[in-house]
T-cell receptor, first 113, second 113 residues
Framework: AQSVTQPDIHITVSEGASLELRCNYSYGATPYLFWYVQSPGQGLQLLLKYFSGDTLVQGIKGFEAEFKRSQSSFNLRKPSVHWSDAAEYFCAVGLSGNTPLVFGKGTRLSVIA | DAGVIQSPRHEVTEMGQEVTLRCKPISGHDYLFWYRQTMMRGLELLIYFNNNVPIDDSGMPEDRFSAKMPNASFSTLKIQPSEPRDSAVYFC???????????FGEGSRLTVL
């Protein structure tokens, strides 16, 4: 069965520092890949997605993610974190256009001054 | 455009009572999903519909849970009778095609005492 692993439960970074959130998946084929962000008390919002093509994808709020087939990874990055980026981040994968997304357990990001 | 609308935002009830959560998906979206979020289990897919027809309800935990989608603009998730372990945030999400690019509501936080 497919699975998504986000190894880091909680990460704390200083404002202005760079950020990388890890995501690994277990699938037989290249899945559709997503990153979502959830602010406290809110629903999830799509940050970016990868279906095919260029393995480096740009998203909203200055985030980017890189698909690495050899490592079965889809890590999320941001060069300079802002305090407003503090939230929960979820990686999700889907097998095809007709299967539901499977979400990782999430990584909580705290930003300190 | 209005997003996915869920009600109520918060529900506190006593064990044994019936709970009904409501969802209005984005107009024109063919897929509707119900997820449950808890600290222990993360985001779990309960059930999803395509064109108002339930496609996969294997995530529904027990017979106490039921979901309906009588038309394209309305869905309900019912728990009867409710138990304390049902306490969670329940999210409704919709998408235009397949499972990708889910649009989430703000969630219904359920507390069963």
């Amino acid at each position: 069965a497919q699975s998504v692993t986000q190894p880091d439960i909680h990460i704390t970074v200083s404002e202005g520092a760079s950020l990388e959130l890890r995501c690994n998946y277990s699938y037989g084929a290249t899945p559709y890949l997503f990153w979502y962000v959830q602010s406290p008390g809110q629903g999830l919002q799509l940050l970016l997605k990868y279906f095919s093509g260029d393995t480096l994808v740009q998203g909203i709020k200055g985030f980017e993610a890189e698909f690495k087939r050899s490592q079965s990874s889809f890590n999320l990055r941001k060069p300079s974190v802002h305090w407003s980026d503090a939230a929960e981040y979820f990686c999700a994968v889907g097998l095809s256009g007709n299967t539901p997304l499977v979400f990782g357990k999430g990584t909580r990001l705290s930003v300190i001054a | 455009d209005a997003g996915v609308i869920q009600s109520p935002r918060h529900e506190v009830t006593e064990m044994g009572q019936e709970v009904t959560l409501r969802c209005k998906p984005i107009s024109g979206h063919d897929y509707l999903f119900w997820y449950r979020q808890t600290m222990m289990r993360g985001l779990e897919l309960l059930i999803y519909f395509n064109n108002n027809v339930p496609i996969d309800d294997s995530g529904m935990p027990e017979d106490r849970f039921s979901a309906k989608m009588p038309n394209a603009s309305f869905s309900t998730l019912k728990i009867q009778p409710s138990e304390p372990r049902d306490s969670a945030v329940y999210f409704c999400a919709s998408s235009q095609q397949g499972p990708g690019e889910l649009f989430f509501g703000e969630g219904s936080r359920l507390t069963v005492l």
